[in-house]
Nanobody, 122 residues
Framework: QVQLVESGGGLVQAGGSLRLSCAASGNIFSIRAMGWHRQAPGKQRELVAA???????NYADSVKGRFTISRDNAKNTLYLQMNSLKPEDTAVYYCAADPSNVAAFRGGYDYWGQGIQVTVSS
């Protein structure tokens, strides 16, 4: 089993920045793909960004050029740097992990965090 705990969310004005972190524990040696997803009220959960253990990345078109995903394998931590935030970025953000790198591009993650709220005011 893998446990994921998100941190770093909160309230920010449009145009501002936030950095989300996701700390992984448990059977961390099984982790290959990690990713961030989000779910806004009344909408389906969607991919934001994902990264393989080799560093290959996958971004949603809506965040390209504004968000950067990274991971520190030594610290078992995933990050999401979010710049130029917009009100439409408001959502609950979820960290996910999977034993297969394929998940970074096809989804189907095995492990999920509890989620953290990000609110962008206009």
């Amino acid at each position: 089993q893998v446990q994921l705990v998100e941190s770093g969310g909160g309230l920010v004005q449009a145009g501002g920045s936030l950095r989300l972190s996701c700390a992984a524990s448990g059977n961390i040696f099984s982790i290959r793909a990690m990713g961030w997803h989000r779910q806004a009220p009344g909408k389906q959960r969607e991919l934001v960004a994902a990264i393989t253990n080799g560093g290959a990345t996958n971004y949603a078109d809506s965040v390209k050029g504004r968000f950067t995903i990274s991971r520190d394998n030594a610290k078992n931590t995933l990050y999401l740097q979010m710049n130029s935030l917009k009100p439409e970025d408001t959502a609950v953000y979820y960290c996910a992990a999977d034993p297969s790198n394929v998940a970074a591009f096809r989804g189907g993650y095995d492990y999920w965090g509890q989620g953290i709220q990000v609110t962008v005011s206009s």
